[in-house]
């Protein structure tokens, strides 16, 4: 009397997953890689140009907060930097955090005549 009578399910229930589970997700993908996925990536490109652009002369701020200027570049992996006067120290690339501004590019022929005028 209370007991409704139970009903099969209609055959071909497949396509009803597909469209209630899979399509959500194939929908929310290209949402990810567009606000989420290439951004970071087209910023993370950007940081590795800069990190790899660092030269002398340039003001560098590290993640610490010291702000300076860059009087030797080491290698790949490290700089140096001046914060004051006789102040030197020896930061890694990935611990700069921004290029505050750019440094002139060293001229060779400037170091030559230098050392001529130091040798007269």
Excluded: H, W
Excluded at 53 to 65: Q, S
Excluded at 76 to 96: A, G, Q
Excluded at 99 to 117: F, H, I, L, Q, W
């Amino acid at each position: 009397m209370f007991i409704t009578p139970a009903y099969a399910q209609a055959a071909g229930g497949g396509a009803d997953i597909f469209t209630s589970f899979l399509m959500p997700l194939l929908l929310i993908l290209p949402i990810f890689y567009f606000f989420l996925i290439r951004p970071q990536r087209q910023q993370m490109k950007q940081r590795e140009e800069m990190l790899s652009n660092i030269r002398r002369g340039d003001t560098i701020v590290t993640a610490g907060g010291l702000t300076g200027r860059v009087t030797k570049v080491i290698d790949d992996n490290e700089v140096e930097m001046e914060l004051t006067k006789d102040v030197r120290v020896r930061v890694v690339r990935t611990y700069i955090s921004t290029v505050r501004a750019k440094g002139e590019p060293v001229n060779d022929n400037s170091t030559k005549t230098n050392a001529k005028k130091a040798a007269k």
